[in-house]
């Protein structure tokens, strides 16, 4: 995990408002938006973020609960 993929899922745990898209994640982490959708890809992957049922630009994520680890 990289410090930008840390900063954004320790903001997250510390109670963040709304959904995170990967236009909040380039925001908050200060990266272009390619490299945004990159990292919140791999968090995806990795199990960490569990993506949204709507797509495109309406893609929103947010945190795996313990039940919800390796469903994705």
Same mark, same amino acid.
């Given at each position: $995990? *990289?410090?930008?993929? %840390? +900063?954004?899922? *320790? %903001? $997250?745990? /510390? !109670?963040?408002? !709304?959904?995170? &898209? #990967?236009? +909040?994640?380039?925001?908050? &982490? *200060?990266? #272009?938006? /390619? &490299?945004?959708? %990159? /990292?919140? *890809?791999?968090?995806v992957k990795c199990g960490i973020l569990?993506? !949204? $049922?709507? !797509?495109? %630009? #309406? @893609? @929103?994520?947010?945190?795996? #609960?313990p039940n919800e680890v390796g469903t994705?």
């Open positions: $995990m *990289n410090v930008r993929q %840390r +900063k954004v899922i *320790n %903001r $997250m745990l /510390d !109670g963040f408002e !709304g959904k995170l &898209t #990967s236009a +909040k994640y380039a925001k908050l &982490t *200060n990266c #272009s938006n /390619d &490299t945004a959708l %990159r /990292d919140v *890809n791999a968090l569990i993506k !949204g $049922m709507a !797509g495109g %630009r #309406s @893609t @929103t994520y947010h945190l795996a #609960s994705a």
